[in-house]
């Protein structure tokens, strides 16, 4: 059994950071990519950023420049560094990780649980 596991959300000013962490485990031999999305409400989830095995990053337009994605390979964890918010960042955001796992089955996708994130004075 893998699992995915948020923290990390709350409430922010404008102009503030927050840390996301995404952490697996579970039978797990390697994490392919960690992909970042979020969701507003009414809307479908949308990616924005992205971290690959090899440390390969990109990033959607909305979040380039203000938002660092890494991952700490050895913990199994994923973080989302999110500086200068803004108001329009307020939304639920979600970790999806491609996971190969130990018994030989293919690679799967597996979601977070997603953590909510409110910029607001």
């Known amino acids: 059994q893998v699992q995915l596991v948020e923290s990390g959300g709350g409430l922010v000013q404008p102009g503030g950071s927050l840390r996301l962490s995404c952490a697996a485990s579970?039978?797990?031999?390697?994490?392919?990519?960690i992909d970042w999305f979020r969701q507003y409400p009414g809307n479908e989830r949308e990616f924005i950023a992205r971290?690959?095995?090899?440390?390969?990053?990109n990033y959607a337009d909305s979040v380039k420049g203000r938002f660092t994605v890494s991952r700490d390979g050895a913990k199994n964890t994923g973080y989302l560094q999110m500086n200068s918010l803004k108001p329009d960042d307020t939304a639920a955001y979600y970790c999806?990780?491609?996971?190969?796992?130990?018994?030989?089955?293919?690679?799967?996708?597996?979601w977070g649980q997603g953590t909510q994130v409110t910029v607001s004075s």
């Open positions: 971290i690959t095995s090899g440390g390969v990053t």
């Open positions: 999806y990780a491609i996971i190969v796992r130990t018994d030989g089955r293919l690679p799967a996708g597996y």
């Open positions: 579970g039978s797990i031999s390697n994490i392919n990519k």
